[in-house]
């Protein structure tokens, strides 16, 4: 009997399953702050340029007229000839020698008010972006290796700690490198917390409920999203803001007595008397107790069937065929998600209306996405990745036959476009994890999230396909996930099916019986 046998009999989604789900989706609060926060706190307000003197605006220069025309005009960048405040020169007389004035309207202090990060300093901003991201990157491969090698629990728990310290760290950076550096350092503590959260909740899910892996995390950050517009808007200083979101962490340090291991982790690397005491644990939490003929039945088993121990890599990923094409499609899959699922949000995020409102929207959008899943993730995983991705994609393809005069009919379509992408994103989390095998299970979900990460850098870089066609970034957000529906035809369903705990299980007899060839 396989691990999914044995929660069947100890619960596959009971009292215990609960309890780790409520420290799992804990943290994804925090995760979804450190991931957005820069919206507010490398915010570039309004400003002026002063002169040598650093003699300030008038009190009642409006800076919303600088603000109107352009950061790169009429005084935000280059000195102005006068301060009348009714009117800025339209040709200025020569750069700043004398700093910026910064709006305080909105925010009382960012990173760019701190260190000018504007004009010919705007692209040290987007470079911390930059940096973050790869922060991110980095970690997916790195601790999707390490918590193969030493278990989940132990990952998750020094990323937590490193998020708290480095994030607090950030808050109280001296220069602007520094900061970047401790950005980058938060960066890859989320990825190792994300991936290994989502897995551990997976391996000691049941079958028939283990979509809510996914799902349920997916709400803790989207109501994290959410939540940041509210202490963003009372809290206008950024390091305050960096502060605020980063000190509750040291609370998780009680997560050392409350967070198990995985079982399945576990016994997939032959320590089966620490997988049975949790086993054990679990079942007497759920009211299924096991009878000690019974789990002494399952420990011979479990003793046969893993006689032979053999160390994985992510080298079997792409080492025999039916796991290398699964692998393959898979990393596209998350590739093309997210480079789609930023360049929409980069695409349709200027609604001119208040940074707060538009970014609780954004949070309301995407529940309606994450609750679709829920209904059709039991009937099809494979058929729920595929319909999404298809109406993600037409619905940005279409946007390309849309007339500009209608902007509105271009708009639906984009944010149907997002929707599709979205729920797709949801179902990538729960598909993935149930493809690859436990003993490469971290690996493959590492790598999948590093191909997301790099598809997240690019997206950006997608809108300089504009100097080639207007219609450019909408095409390929529209072609990206097409492809990806026609290739998810290629997977294996997966809805309440076992996990397959080796690569013999996704390969089948045959491999067996070709001595484990490398193709």
């Known amino acids: 009997m396989n691990f999914d046998g044995i929660l069947c009999l100890i619960g596959g989604f009971g009292k215990f399953q609960k309890i780790l789900f409520v420290w799992i989706c804990l943290p994804q609060i925090f995760l979804a702050f450190h991931m957005l926060v820069s919206v507010f706190t490398g915010a570039v307000p309004p400003h002026l340029c002063l002169s040598s003197g650093g003699a300030p605006a008038p009190a009642d220069f409006n800076f919303s007229r600088v603000a109107a025309v352009g950061v790169r005009h009429d005084g935000s960048c280059a000195l102005p000839l006068n301060h009348s405040g009714a009117a800025v020169d339209a040709h200025p007389s020569g750069s700043c020698q004398g700093g910026w004035e910064y709006s305080t309207e909105t925010f009382q202090s960012t990173t760019v008010t701190e260190w000018d990060l504007v004009c010919d300093s705007a692209s040290m901003n987007n470079m911390g972006s930059s940096v973050y991201m790869f922060g991110l990157l980095v970690g997916a491969v790195v601790y999707g290796n390490l918590a ?24 109280f950076a001296p220069n ?23 897995v551990l909740g997976t391996e000691w899910t049941g079958p028939k409920q283990r979509m809510l892996a996914g799902i349920i995390t997916d709400y803790f950050f989207g109501f994290g999203y959410i939540l940041l517009a509210g202490v963003a808007y009372l809290i206008r200083d950024w390091r ?3 502060l605020a979101i980063s000190a509750p962490g040291i609370l998780f ?13 576990l016994m997939a690397n032959d320590r089966k ?4 005491e949790l086993i054990h644990t679990a079942a007497q ?3 299924r107790p096991l009878t000690k003929d019974l789990e002494m039945c399952q420990v011979h088993n479990l003793e046969e069937k893993t006689v032979v121990k053999k160390k994985h890599s992510f080298i079997d990923l792409v080492r025999t065929p039916r796991m290398r094409k699964q692998s393959l499609i898979v990393f596209y899959l998350w590739f093309a998600n997210v480079l789609v699922y930023y360049g929409l949000s980069l695409n349709i995020s200027d609604f001119g209306m208040n940074i707060y409102l538009t970014q609780m929207i ?6 309606p996405a994450r609750t679709i899943t829920l209904f059709t993730l039991n009937r099809s995983r494979k058929l729920s990745q595929l319909a999404f991705l298809a109406l993600g994609g037409s619905a940005c393809l279409l946007t390309i036959f849309i007339p500009n005069e209608l902007s509105v009919v271009k708009t639906v379509l984009a944010m149907i476009g997002k929707f599709g992408i979205t729920a797709s994103l949801s179902i990538i989390y729960v598909y993935s994890a149930e493809i690859f095998p436990t003993v490469i299970r971290q690996n493959g979900i590492g790598i999948g999230s590093m191909c997301a990460r790099t598809g997240g850098v690019l997206a950006p870089m997608m809108y300089l396909l504009r100097g080639i066609s ?5 095409v390929l957000c529209g072609l990206c996930p097409l492809l990806g529906s026609a290739l998810t035809l290629l997977l294996p369903e997966t809805a309440n099916r076992p996990l397959p705990d080796t690569i013999e299980d996704v390969e089948g007899p045959e491999l067996s019986g070709e001595g484990d060839s490398p193709l």
């Open 273 to 276: 008397e620490e997988a049975w």
């Open 362 to 367: 954004f949070g309301l959008v995407e529940m």
């Open 176 to 198: 602007f490198y520094v900061y970047i550096a401790a950005r980058f350092v938060v960066g890859t503590s989320i990825s190792g917390i994300i991936m290994n959260a989502f």
């Open 253 to 265: 340090i009680s997560y050392i007595w409350l967070l198990p291991e995985s079982a399945r982790w």
């Open 285 to 287: 939490m759920n009211r």
């Open 470 to 474: 207007p219609q450019a970034p909408m």
């Open 148 to 171: 193969d090698k030493y278990g989940r629990r132990i990952i998750i728990l020094i990323n937590l700690a490193v998020q708290a310290v480095f994030g607090v760290g950030a808050a």
């Open 240 to 242: 305050k803001l960096q």
